[in-house]
Each structure stands twice: as C-alpha cells, then as structure tokens.
C-alpha cells in the first residue's frame, strides 16, 4: 500500500426507486450522487453490496450483456446534453434504436416522430449548434426516449436553463417521458424544479441523509 | 457504421489532417520506391533488350553487365564445342569516344554483334534496319542518345540541336562510322548513348589489346535444361555462365551493394513512413480524443467495445483508403507524365502492394492508439460534465 486513506465514495446506501416514479437525487457536490447514478445505471460496479434494477442484479452479469441491457433498458439525458456535434438532431435521437439493431430508415423515422413529441417538428435536420440550450436538451430526452426504455436517468437536466426553460423540460418529462409507468432518476442541484419530484434522496458525504415526498420538508 | 463516417467526416480539419498524413506517405513512398526501381532497373537495361541469349558467358571476375573482363576469341570456340550447346556467338560491349561533328568527344556505350548472324541487336527499330550494319561502316545509334549526346548545333543560333539522320557520320577512335538507323532502348545506368554495330567494327573501333571479346551468347538445344548447360560450360571452361535473370540479379546485387542508391533511397522510403504515420497517428489520435466524450455517452447508451473498435476500424480504413488512393494516384499520375522523359521512374504492381501495406501499418499505428483509449474509457465520463 501507498499508504493513501481509503475513502468509499458510498456509504450504507439502502434505497429502492419504484416503478412509474420521479425519484431525484439533490446534496452538494461530492457527496455521491453521480457515483450512485453510475450504479443504478450499471456503467459502475459498486465493490461490495447488491444493486437491482428490473430484476437484474448488475454485478451478476457479464459486461457485454449489462451493455446490451443497458443498451435496450436504460435511457440517458447527460448534463452536457453529449450530442455528436456532426450529426443533425434526428440522427442523434435514432442512436440507441442503431445500437439496438434497428434499420436506419426505421430508426430515423421513430426518431422524428419523437422529436415531434418534444416540440421539434422541423428540425430534425438541425445540427446540435444550430440549436439552443434549451432545444439541445429536448434532443437529448428524444434520444433517452426513442427505444421506449423503461428508466430514464437524467444528470443535472437543467443546470444550463433558465427557470422557464428548466420548468418546461420538466413538464415535458412529466408529459412525455413518464408514460408507460416509465421511472425517471434525477440528478440534480436545481432547488427550481424539486416540485416535480415524487420523491427525493439527499445525500451527504456519500451516505443518503433523508428521503422525503415534501419539498418543503427538505432539509 | 453511418454515425462513424459521420463523425470522421463532419469534422472537416481534422479529417482533411488525417488524409493529407496518408496521402503523404503513399505518395513519397510510392514516389521513390518508383525512382529506386527505375534507377536499378537500368543498371540491367542492356539485359532487357538483349532477350535472345539463353546464357551469358563471361570471365569469372564479371560482377555486372558493365563490368567489362575481356576474354581471348579462342573461348568462343571452347563454348561452341559443349554438349547442349545449340549456337554461341560473340559479344562487343566497352565504353569509347565518339568524337562528334563539331569536333566536341562523347562516352558512348558501343555494342559489337556477331558478323554473321547479327545477334544480340536493339529490340526496336525507329529508322533503318539491323541487317543494314552490313553496310560499309554501319553503326545504329539509340533514339534518346541521337536527340541529345549526339544531335548536332542547329546552323540557326539559338535553335534546337538536329539528331543524326541516316547517312551522318561519327568518329570512333579514328574510324569513320556512317548512322545506318535508329533504334530505341532502355535507358543505362549511366546515361551513356549506345551504339551498335558488328562486332569485327567493333574491334576496329576498340584500343588494340590481347583480350576484347566481353560476352559469349548462348542458344541452348531445345529441350535441354539451361542450367545444366550453363554448369557444364563453366565446369570446362571455367568461365561464368549465367542466365538472364541470374545476370541481371548479380548485377542489381552488385548496385546494391557497392552504392549509396538503396541507403538513400531507403532513406526517403522511411521518412515519408515515419511523417505519414506521425502525422495520421496525432491527427487521428487527437480526433479520438476530441470525440472521447461521445463515445463515452455511446458506450452508456449501450454501444459494447466491439462496436466501437469497429467504428474506429472504419475511419481509420476510410483514412487510409482515401489517403492510399490519393497519394498513389498523383505517384501514378507523376509516372505517367514523365514516361517519355529521362527520368528513372518505374511503377510495378509491387510497389503498389508496398505502398498498402506501409499505409496499412500507418492506419493501424493510428486506429491501435485510439482503439486503447476507448477500450479503456471509463463511460461515467459522460457523468462528469463538461
């Protein structure tokens, strides 16, 4: 050994999200929330305990079939939005139904449709830079939606909007994304939009603080 | 695969970057392998024209085509005295003065056939006949040495030199020698013009010494092995016995390794490997690094390391297509400009294939690079923002 301390990013996490939920993840910077979402979305193996998502026990399975069910299973909304620059906004929705084996001409027609439903009929062929902040992220939860996965988790899908933009991609989630019984996790520092929450986790130094229904209740 | 053309191509900087590293390389790689092959494939010119002998018979010592070690006529007739042996028959080949009309002297490469049969002649003819080296001191001259060692000063001042024509004469050593035709051969290794003519002119044209007969050709029985006629003759006469394709080995050989021509070329090979790679391989590298997040964010979406490398597969072969058949194409195009031009350029298939292979290796080196950054992309990148 180094002779470095140890720290573990999580401490004694015992949490269950239910389906058709809108579960938030709030707490400072650091405190463990992205490690945790890492987990819940299987791209990060905890050492030692259990995560189960949709029966599936993560550390049971082999990395190619935890891609591939992450793959049709999960969907993604990234902080930075994480659109490839080059590609116009239809394309970069219809990536997870390519990666799912779909047919291009199929896929970018689930695609624009879905875009449709987001509010952007007409610029499917846009390329992200042609697009706003608040247009960028409605892209990018068209593309955590177009394989109709059954969890979407969103990382800070605010943090770059504006209070009227903020809220209506939080209406759009409720309206949209929360169809068929879907369970959305949210990371996120936004005190703006906890009112959309079913339910939210406060973190602190790796350890869940609190889990309340009541926004006012949050301490 | 779509998204991946998409990502390389989208980024028009980067990727012009990335194709112009390969586009160098192929090109400089292809371009003096071909002024390589093209100057050692002179040094054996005569033996491309001369396709008549089955052997070449020679003095021991002889190391290459110009490596001149004359032997005594009597060898002549041990030769012809061999059991296999169908026709022998001699050979001038030395390197003499021609003085030319305006008085000025020329190095000349002068071929001596045999008197009788004429063997051993230039394989075109643009004006004239071989047979017509009968005719009173009859010498044919090659087409690129008549148009510049040899052409003469046009009476208008500042005009074109004139070639000879038939019926201009020369002076070799003395003796007078009357252009009889034109004729057209492969370029020497030493630019020298050539002159044929029969080979007892010849030995009126050379110095006086004991020894001037430089080669015996041989004509093998039909069905009979060349290689054992051509052990047999050197084991009863002791001279060296070769065949084309041996004799023109030894002599590349010999250039090879008594001149600088290979490390230099060699040199300019590597270098434009070593560019082309480093170029493609930062560029291609500095692409992937660019779009770390994003395969990062696929790999989160579900895309498994198989696809990806595949992606990178793809860009890199798109890379080094575009980039081989660019730069291989402007060698080509460089090849086919100066065809008709004294420049040793020559473009086999082989170095086409050479050529694909060094872009290939480039591509790889690039794609491998990329290839272990994404392999061991840690996908909570794309949690980390900005």
């Known amino acids: ?219 | 695969m779509h998204i991946a053309i998409k990502m390389l191509v989208g980024n028009r900087g980067k990727y012009f970057g990335m194709v112009f590293g390969v586009f160098l390389s192929a090109m400089i790689i292809t371009q003096q392998s071909s002024i390589f092959t093209g100057l050692i494939s002179r040094t054996f010119g005569f033996l491309t024209d001369t396709t008549y002998p089955d052997i070449w018979v020679m003095d021991p010592m002889v190391q290459y085509v110009d490596d001149f070690k004359p032997m005594t006529d009597t060898k002549l007739l041990q030769v012809r005295g061999i059991d296999g042996v169908a026709s022998a028959v001699p050979l001038y080949k030395g390197v003499l003065r021609a003085r030319l009309e305006d008085g000025s002297f020329q190095q000349t490469n002068v071929i001596g056939l045999d008197d009788a049969s004429l063997t051993g002649g230039p394989p075109v003819m643009l004006a004239g006949s071989v047979a017509d080296l009968r005719k009173s001191d009859g010498i044919i001259v090659d087409e690129a040495g008549n148009n510049k060692r040899f052409a003469k000063k046009n009476p208008i001042p500042g005009g074109p030199k004139i070639p000879l024509a038939i019926g201009d004469t020369l002076e070799i050593n003395d003796k007078r020698g009357v252009v009889v035709g034109i004729a057209r051969v492969q370029r020497t290794f030493q630019t020298n013009p050539v002159i044929y003519t029969t080979y007892s002119r010849a030995m009126s044209f050379a110095p006086k010494e004991r020894k001037l007969l430089t080669y015996i050709l041989v004509k093998v029985h039909p069905g009979t092995a060349i290689e054992t006629v051509a052990t047999r003759i050197t084991k009863l006469t002791g001279l060296q016995a070769l065949t084309n394709a041996q004799f023109s080995d030894s002599t590349v050989t010999y250039f090879l390794k008594n001149t600088g021509i290979p490390i230099n070329f060699g040199i300019a090979v590597i270098l434009g490997l070593i560019i082309g790679t480093a170029i493609c391989g930062q560029t291609f590298y500095g692409f992937t690094l660019d779009n770390v997040r994003y395969f990062g964010a696929l790999k989160a979406m579900g895309a498994s390391n198989v696809v990806l490398l595949k992606m990178i597969f793809l860009q890199a072969l798109l890379v080094g297509l575009i980039g081989y058949g660019s730069g291989t194409g402007v060698a080509s195009l460089f090849y086919f400009l100066s065809k008709n031009s004294e420049l040793a350029f020559r473009l086999p298939w082989q170095i086409l294939a050479i050529t694909g292979c060094a872009v290939t290796f480039t591509c790889l080196i690039a794609a491998l690079l990329s290839m272990l950054k994404v392999i061991f992309l840690e996908p909570a990148i794309v949690f980390k923002g900005e």
């Open chain 1, 1 to 219: 050994m180094s002779g470095q301390t140890v720290t573990p990013a999580l401490r004694g996490i015992d949490l269950e999200i239910n389906q058709g939920e809108l579960f938030m993840l709030v707490g400072p910077s650091g405190c463990g929330k992205t490690t945790l979402i890492s987990i819940l979305a299987g791209i990060l193996l905890q050492d030692t305990g259990t995560c189960t998502v949709l029966g599936q026990n993560f550390k049971e399975m082999k990395d190619s079939a935890r891609t591939a069910f992450r793959g049709a299973t999960l969907g993604f909304v990234f902080q930075a939005y994480n659109l490839i620059p080059t590609l116009t906004a239809v394309e970069n929705v219809s990536i997870p139904l390519l990666l799912l084996g779909t047919p291009r001409a199929e896929a970018e027609a689930r695609a624009a449709a879905v875009l449709a439903k987001v509010g952007l009929a007409g610029r499917e062929r846009s390329r992200p830079a042609q697009l706003s902040g608040g247009q960028q992220q409605r892209v990018a939860i068209a593309r955590a939606l177009v394989h109709n996965p059954q969890v979407i988790v969103c990382d800070e899908p605010t943090s770059a909007l504006d209070k009227d933009a903020g809220h209506n991609v939080m209406e759009l989630f409720r309206e949209v994304a929360m169809d068929d019984n879907r369970t959305l996790v949210i990371v996120t520092h936004d005190n703006r939009i906890f009112q959309f929450a079913d339910r939210i986790a406060v973190m602190s130094d790796g350890k869940i603080e609190q889990i309340t229904s009541d926004v006012t209740n949050l301490h």
